[in-house]
């Protein structure tokens, strides 16, 4: 089992496909709101995309093709982005607030949430596939809103959904989509507690979740990915 080693940023190659594709989106209009999103849409600005990353990851490990799969990475990107704007507005001191206003910055957000679902229906490559995944990217997102006071458990809703959404995607069947969804939801887990040995047991229990599901080659890449975010939560 491979060892996330200090310094290295795993999924790599994923990232650097998943930000070219950010892009090439195009905000459809010219406002204030428009410049929030723009200003904001870069991959730097937002969390470590590592939960979109995961979802080309999972779509490849069940043998998919990730250009399908590319969309809805961008999906869960785009709503990252919009829970941490809205994250950012509880504070009426907030930089965005100060610069742009209140109702303005809220209009981005929820701009975000609309191109965020405009992507899960874009590039459709497999229609079946495609709607199963918008459903349970919703009812996450729902989930992950429902639960804002208790962050941890929406964010880790949100993982496994990712990882649920690129196995469904990648052609896996209901009981496989279904242990990417458990590995998802421990995976997030271990990059959520802030104690160092309870976020490596959460990293195991993922990997262990994916063991019966996955090569050894790609359950290699997944157990860096893990114990990367293990040693960044802790």
């Not at 600005?45 to 809805?72: K, M």
């Amino acid at each position: 089992m491979a060892v996330a080693r200090a310094g290295v940023i795993p999924l790599s190659a994923h990232r650097a496909t998943l930000e070219r594709y950010l892009s090439e989106i195009v905000v459809p209009f010219d406002s204030v709101a428009g410049r929030i999103i723009a200003e904001r849409l870069p991959i730097t600005y937002a969390r470590d995309p590592v939960r979109p990353c995961l979802l080309l990851w999972a779509c490849s490990a069940n043998g998919g093709d990730t250009a399908d799969a590319l969309p809805v990475a961008a999906a869960f990107d785009l709503f990252d982005r919009f829970m941490l704007l809205h994250d950012e507005l509880a504070d009426v001191r907030a930089a965005t607030i100060v610069r742009w206003g209140l109702g303005q910055s809220l209009n981005a957000g929820d701009a975000l949430y609309a191109l965020a679902f405009r992507s899960l229906a874009s590039d459709v490559g497999n229609p079946a596939r495609r709607l199963q995944v918008a459903r349970l990217v919703g009812e996450a997102v729902l989930e992950a809103i429902e639960d804002r006071e208790a962050a941890m458990q929406g964010r880790c809703a949100l993982t496994g959904a990712a990882l649920q959404a690129g196995a469904i995607i990648g052609g896996a069947g209901p009981e496989v989509a279904a242990t990417f969804a458990q590995a998802g939801r421990a995976l997030g887990m271990a990059g959520e507690t802030n104690d160092s040995e309870s976020a490596r047991q959460f990293a195991l229990a993922a990997i262990g979740a994916l063991r019966p599901s996955t090569s050894k080659e790609d359950l290699d890449v997944f157990a860096e990915v893990a114990f990367y975010l293990a040693r960044q939560a802790a």
